[in-house]
């Protein structure tokens, strides 16, 4: 790719909180990720919260749930704020990865308008609780500044230590890093640029073995259906 169309990330903001040490009461409470951006336990979000929520200039609730608590774990505020919802089973095979677009164009509309973001954590356990909302934060920050997995996990769990995404997410985390990269290198490159690459790719050893494969493949379909004829 040209110099010009090297990809290009903005810095990772500082928060104006100072990293505290880690105490248990404090997996109850929300911090602050990003400036304006916070990640948190439904109990940050709970109805008594409403004083909180509003001292902290919270505009936008990103709340995540497993669909068995539908019905009990609802927007506390929908008249206030504004919520995006997302039903996701904390499963090792659940697809994560088809949630970060939505999420991300959500949080992106959000703070252009000068809001707040609570990325609001929603399961029945523990673990649970830490694995879900944890997981598209850290999807968040890789895109938005271009950051590893490692590093991004790295920057949300030194602000809330009690994340623990399960295994099956943070593979695909990790398999996200090449996923976002590819996209936004497509999406800058010229038409020209694309027809070269494809090019280039499909002169590559590998891909002419491939070819001539496929050909001996369909030339054996024809002789044995010829044959059978």
């Keep these: 790719m040209d110099e010009d169309n090297k990809l290009q990330f903005p810095s990772l903001p500082a928060t104006k909180e100072e990293l505290l040490d880690w105490a248990y009461p404090m997996r109850r409470e929300m911090q602050e990720i990003l400036p304006g951006f916070f990640l948190g336990p439904y109990s940050a979000a709970m109805k008594s919260k ?17 669909d068995i608590e539908a019905n009990f774990i609802k927007p506390n505020f929908p ?9 996701i089973a904390d499963n090792p095979v659940e697809n994560i990865i088809r949630f970060f677009p ?5 949080i992106d509309s959000c703070l252009a308008t000068g809001g707040q973001s609570s990325a609001v954590n929603v399961t029945l356990g523990l673990l ?17 500044f271009g950051m590893k997995y490692r590093d991004a996990f790295s920057h949300v ?24 990269l590819a996209k936004l290198t497509i999406k800058m490159m010229s038409p020209m640029q694309l027809g070269r690459s494809f090019s280039l790719q499909a002169g590559m050893p590998g891909s002419r073995k491939r070819s ?6 369909f030339g054996a379909m024809q002789v044995t259906a010829a044959q059978n004829g």
């Design 102 to 106: 939505t999420t991300k164009e959500f």
């Design 50 to 66: 409403l004083p909180i929520l509003e001292r902290q200039g919270i505009t936008h609730i990103v709340c995540v749930r497993q």
């Design 157 to 180: 769990q030194e602000r809330r230590f009690c994340i623990n995404p399960n295994v099956g997410f943070v593979h695909q985390l990790q398999e996200y890093e090449a996923i976002y």
């Design 128 to 144: 649970f609780i830490l694995s879900l909302s944890a997981a598209l934060v850290i999807a968040y920050l890789m895109e938005t």
């Design 212 to 217: 001539l494969e496929e050909d001996e493949d």
């Design 79 to 87: 008249h206030t704020f504004r919520y995006l919802v997302l039903d």
